[in-house]
RNA sequence: GCCGAUGUAGCUCAGGGGUAGAGCGCUUCCUUGGUAAGGAAGAGGUCGGGGGUUCAAUUCCCCCCAUUGGCUCCA
């Protein structure tokens, strides 16, 4: 029997026979290692605990510690679903069963049989039944005949066509209990690692995700080697609806919609618009900083206007219909950038003009399919942080770095710390159709691009064909605390949009060229924004930003009208104060601005109006000792431009 | 748009073939209280909309609208 030499991840090396598996290698070392050993890594491809290893490998042990060790465990649940599910509902036929971030889903036909949310626990008991079990996940390799032979037996034409797509030759099935299914693997080594089961939710998802093909039933599940586990899994879930931007918003009457009004279109309620504006006063400043001009353009255009941009040609469908007037078409506008265009076209530009950057906080209406609107996230009427920059050539490299410089010092002043920018890309081959046909442009602006990011050190993810029709763009894909991700703000080159539209300007040896135009959004949609921030900061705004900085509560109604000075006083400082003169008592005022998550409580009694002082609690900690009232003024104000000065 | 769930007072929700309830909020009164809910009374709903079945529908059935979990999509 010859001997086979197997690195650890230490890099200590260990001798065994020929054929060891992994699960035999974790017995040499402790038993107790091989108690949890769920799957192994054997020259970086992840396999069966128990799949022999017959030449010299690096091996690492995976457990549940491990990410690839949880998804092995979540892969082999989707199994044990399905092995339950078939149990359950004889006659399923099986789509996809893989594991996804949190857990695992399958896409199950489920054929004559009918599932509800009130099943979930019928089949979440049947699968601890058979985890119970213990049985082992036989791995098995087949013949392509021989599995679409199992498969025609069994009527799934699933399967299936899966089948049809593999080659001969790397077919495996897994067998555990009395279940089959077709699988590249690798599982846990038996179903008992499954101590706790919960499924999640039911939903319905096209066969390979594509729209034109069949529903099938899709149940999203997750499970532990833990009971313990679960449950604080559950808490976390119960902890991030908490902080979701529509219950909060309700709560603090940041925004609302109305059946009345319309699907997609949010009201903004005093509060909200009032932090919207506090955005709109940064961005206006920072981009006066940067050399922007606004501008101001209406919220509909002819026809013609997006026939020479590409919106209709490419976009129609997510346009709001047209309306017709005086024998004209008309859209409401779903970009900003034409009609920027056409300000940029109003008056001849020469070299030393450029660059030129219009801003405008403007308004667009996207037809959104209704099934996709999403709170705040996902709206038909939004109001973009939008801004086109025309430059040549020589300047884009710099125009898009100090774009990019804006974008980090927002998630600065945010406290955005995780994000990654995607860097979307065109395939040649979908010229013309979803791209404008432009190939050298389009090879000429994704270098350009490519070389400002690497030259710049921003971390970046490149992602072939994901490209705006005109030019290649960046997208900054932010995650709120409770782990939603959305794409925050884009950043999108146009070289194609100056000529359709022959924006020109004379260059240093008087002939006509064409600039360069960036798109550029770096906070987004209002809409989208202020969604995330309410869920990065669980709605306790960051002073700055709250609608209402400090609340003054008196001890009791006695002393409203002492506090009525104290309100004026930070007025004078411009500071957002409100005063509770209802007529309860302090415990309550305190719990109903610790609920509305108002930055600061003064607390204010006889003691204090004596004395001139202010006693302080901050919102979430509590009592801060007291302060003369100018003091705390200025203190607040500090505070604020601390934030800002970024 | 597709599959599923949900829609009852301002909010959170209970109920259920005989025209409706709780808590919070709101209004009024009492209480004047020192760091997370003082007490009492009162107002407030064509039970999402439209049809149908029924002596009778908020409840059962159908259609629509909206919200929502996903899928697809997101210039």
């Known amino acids: 029997m010859s001997l086979v030499n197997i690195t650890l991840p230490d890099g200590s090396k260990r001798e065994y026979e020929s054929g060891v598996s992994s699960m035999d290698i974790a017995m040499s070392i402790s038993e107790g290692l091989a108690r949890n050993v769920l799957a192994s890594k054997v020259n970086g491809e992840v396999w069966d605990a128990s799949r022999p290893i017959v030449r010299d490998s690096d091996l690492s042990l995976l457990t549940w510690k491990d990410e690839e060790g949880k998804s092995t465990m979540w892969h082999s649940s989707a199994h044990l679903m399905a092995e339950a599910m078939e149990a359950l509902y004889p006659g399923i036929k099986l789509a996809i069963g893989p594991p996804i971030d949190n857990g695992f889903y399958y896409d199950i036909d489920l054929m004559e049989h009918e599932v509800t949310e009130a099943d979930l626990p019928k089949i979440e008991k049947k699968m601890i039944e058979l985890a119970r079990q213990k049985n082992q996940f036989a791995r098995k390799e087949v013949s392509k005949k021989d599995a679409l032979a199992y498969y025609e037996e069994k009527q799934d034409q699933y399967k299936l066509e899966l089948i049809n797509d593999l080659e001969d030759g790397q077919i495996t099935f897994y067998t555990q209990g009395g279940f089959t299914d077709l699988c590249r693997g690798p599982h846990i080594p038996h179903t008992g690692f499954v101590k706790a089961v919960k499924l999640l939710s039911i939903a319905g998802a096209y066969w390979r995700g594509d729209e034109k093909n069949a529903m099938l039933t899709r149940i999203y599940g997750i499970t532990f080697p833990k009971q313990g586990e679960l449950e604080t899994y559950l808490e976390m879930l119960e902890e991030a609806k908490k902080r979701d931007h529509r219950k909060i918003g309700k ?145 884009f490299a710099d125009e898009f770095r100090a774009v990019n410089d804006m974008y980090l010092k927002y998630f600065k002043i945010f406290g955005i710390d995780k994000y990654i920018m995607r860097f979307s890309t065109h395939s040649p081959e979908k010229l013309g159709k979803k791209y404008v046909d432009n190939a050298k442009l389009w090879k000429e602006t994704e270098d350009m691009v490519r070389d400002v990011l690497i030259e710049s050190g921003i971390p970046y993810k490149e992602v072939p064909d994901e490209a705006a029709f005109y030019g290649p763009k960046i997208d900054v894909q932010i995650y709120s605390v409770i782990g939603r991700e959305f794409t925050l703000a884009t950043n999108q080159v146009d070289f194609a949009q100056p000529l359709s539209f022959d924006l020109t300007y004379t260059n240093a040896n008087n002939e006509s060229e064409h600039p360069i135009v960036i798109h550029r959004a770096p906070l987004g949609t209002h809409e989208r924004f202020i969604g995330f921030l309410i869920e990065h900061y669980a709605g306790k705004f960051p002073l700055w930003l709250a609608p209402e900085q400090v609340r003054i509560l008196p001890i009791s109604d006695k002393f409203n009208e002492g506090c009525k000075n104290i309100l004026q006083s930070l007025e004078n400082y411009d500071i957002r104060a409100s005063l509770d003169e209802r007529g309860e008592k302090i415990g309550r005022k305190i719990r109903d601005a610790e609920m509305s998550k108002v930055p600061y409580m003064l607390i204010i009694g006889g003691n204090e109006l004596d004395e001139g002082v202010v006693s302080i609690r901050k919102q979430g900690e509590g009592d801060q000792g007291k302060m003369k009232t100018e003091e705390f003024a200025e203190f607040i104000q500090q505070e604020v431009n601390k934030i800002l000065a970024v």
Not at 297 to 315: D, F, Q, R, V, W
Request: net charge neutral; glycine share 6%.
């Open 251 to 395: 709560e603090l009457e940041l925004f609302t919609f109305d059946d009345d009004v319309g699907p997609g279109l949010p009201l903004w309620l005093p509060k909200g618009a009032f932090m919207i504006e506090q955005l709109e006063d940064l961005a206006k400043k920072t981009e006066k900083k940067a050399g922007y001009q606004r501008v101001k353009t209406p919220h509909i255009a002819k026809e013609n206007l997006y026939l020479t941009s590409g919106h209709l040609p490419y976009y129609k469908d997510s346009m709001f219909p047209p309306m017709e007037l005086d024998g004209s078409t008309y859209y409401l506008k779903s970009m900003n950038c034409p009609h920027h265009h056409k300000i940029f076209d109003a008056l001849p530009k020469s070299y030393k003009d450029l660059p030129v950057r219009f801003a405008e906080y403007g308004t667009c209406y996207r037809y959104e399919k209704s099934g996709e609107l999403f709170g705040l996230m996902r709206v038909r009427a939004l109001q973009m942080n939008d801004a086109h920059i025309y430059c040549t050539k020589q300047q």
